[in-house]
C-alpha cells in the first residue's frame, strides 16, 4: 500500500462548479497536510496548508483533514477555467521533515 | 515568485555526461530538499539537507549525489546519466525548527539526456 493515495483523474468539470479533491494515506504520523498545485509541470504552488485535523479555508479554497479516517480534502468553490492544472497533496510527519506527495490529480475548468 | 531559484531552467545532455543543478533557497531557510518528476510520475524525493548537513535520503540512485554550501545553496550532482534520468528535478527550501514550515519550490529544472 502507498502511503499516500491521489486519485490521477483526469477530472473535467463546468466552469462554475465545487471541485473535490481527495487524498488518502496510511501512516498515522503525518501532522502537516498541504495542496499544491502545479501548471504545465511548472514548480509546484502552495496553496493550503493545514496542521492536524480541522477546515481551512482561503478564499475559494477549503482544507479538511479527518485524522480519524487519515482523509484529506480540497473544495474549489466557483471553480474558473485559471484553475485547470495539477493538484498534488503533500504530507509530512514534522515541521523538517521531507513531503510525502499524492501523485496529483488533473482538473480541467471547461467554460 | 516563490523565492527559490534553480538554475539552469533548462539542460540537454548525452548519455554518460556528468551535470550540476543548483538551487538557492528562501532567505533564511536552512532546508533543502530535491524531488525528481518523471513524465506523469509524482515527485519522487531524493534527499533534504539542513544547515549544510545531510538530513534525510530518499530514493536517490548512488549516481546521483548533492551538497549544501555555507551560504545554504544546494547542488545536485548527477553523473553517468541515462536516458531514463530524463525528468524535472525541483528543489524546495522551508524553515527552521519551529519557524513556519511551509515548503516553496523553485521552478525546477528540465534535464534531457540524449
Known amino acids: 500500500q502507498k502511503e499516500v493515495e491521489q486519485d490521477p483523474g483526469p477530472l473535467s468539470v463546468p466552469e462554475g462548479a465545487i471541485v473535490s479533491l481527495n487524498c488518502t494515506y496510511s501512516?498515522?504520523?503525518?501532522?502537516?497536510f498541504m495542496w499544491y498545485r502545479q501548471y504545465s509541470r511548472k514548480g509546484p504552488e502552495l496553496l493550503m496548508y493545514?496542521?492536524?485535523?480541522g477546515n481551512k479555508e482561503d478564499g475559494r479554497f477549503t482544507a479538511q483533514v479527518d485524522k480519524s479516517s487519515k482523509y484529506i480534502s480540497l473544495f474549489i468553490r466557483d471553480s474558473q477555467p485559471s484553475d485547470s492544472a495539477t493538484y498534488l497533496c503533500?504530507?509530512?510527519?514534522?515541521?523538517?521533515?521531507?513531503?510525502?506527495f499524492g501523485k496529483g490529480t488533473r482538473l480541467s475548468v471547461i467554460a | 515568485d516563490s523565492g527559490v531559484t534553480q538554475t539552469p531552467k533548462h539542460l540537454i545532455t548525452a548519455t554518460g555526461q556528468r551535470v550540476t543543478l543548483r538551487c538557492s533557497p528562501r532567505?533564511?531557510?536552512?532546508?533543502v530538499y530535491w524531488y525528481q518528476q518523471s513524465l506523469d510520475q509524482g515527485l519522487q524525493f531524493l534527499i533534504q539537507?539542513?544547515?549544510?548537513?545531510?538530513?534525510a535520503k530518499g530514493n536517490i540512485l548512488e549516481r546521483f549525489s548533492a551538497q549544501q554550501f555555507p551560504d545554504l545553496h544546494s547542488e545536485l550532482n548527477l553523473s553517468s546519466l541515462e536516458l531514463g534520468d530524463s525528468a524535472l528535478y525541483f528543489c524546495?527550501?522551508?524553515?527552521?525548527?519551529?519557524?513556519?514550515?511551509?515548503?516553496?519550490f523553485g521552478q525546477g529544472t528540465r534535464l534531457t539526456v540524449v
Open positions: 501512516n498515522s504520523a503525518f501532522q502537516y
Open positions: 539537507y539542513y544547515n549544510g548537513e545531510e538530513r
Open positions: 493545514t496542521y492536524s485535523s
Open positions: 524546495a527550501s522551508s524553515g527552521s525548527w519551529g519557524e513556519r514550515t511551509e515548503a516553496f
Open positions: 503533500a504530507l509530512r510527519n514534522s515541521g523538517n521533515t521531507p513531503l510525502v
Open positions: 532567505s533564511g531557510d536552512l532546508s
